[in-house]
């Protein structure tokens, strides 16, 4: 079993600033993939950044340039730094992990909310 524990969330201004963070526990093995992902209010989860273990990215369009992704694989931990925040950011942020253990396994953390303020 693994648990996923985020932190980070808040209230801010938009152009303002957080960061997040989401630590993994318990039996990971081998390489694994650490996401966040948003669904803001009436809508769908979306993908906003993931990080592969040997450091390779992907970013959503809309957060690109203004997010980064990264990780500490010793601390199974993967951080968003959020900068120039504008209100459609606002949402319940999750993290994700997936990794390989026989099969693909994925878990997701309980998610944090962030709210931009205009």
């Known amino acids: 079993q693994v648990q996923l524990m985020e932190s980070g969330g808040g209230l801010v201004q938009t152009g303002g600033s957080l960061r997040l963070s989401c630590r993994a526990s318990g039996s990971i093995s081998g390489n694994s993939a650490m996401s966040w992902y948003r669904q803001g209010s009436g809508q769908g989860r979306e993908l906003v950044a993931s990080?592969?273990?040997?450091?390779?990215?992907t970013y959503a369009d809309s957060v690109r340039g203004r997010f980064a992704i990264s990780r500490d694989n010793a601390e199974n931990t993967v951080y968003l730094q959020m900068d120039s925040l504008k209100p459609e950011d606002t949402g319940v942020y999750y993290c994700?992990?997936?990794?390989?253990?026989?099969?693909?396994?994925?878990?997701w953390g309980q998610g944090t909310q962030v709210t931009v303020s205009s």
């Open positions: 994700k992990i997936l990794f390989w253990d026989d099969r693909y396994v994925t878990y």
């Open positions: 990080m592969a273990s040997g450091g390779s990215t």
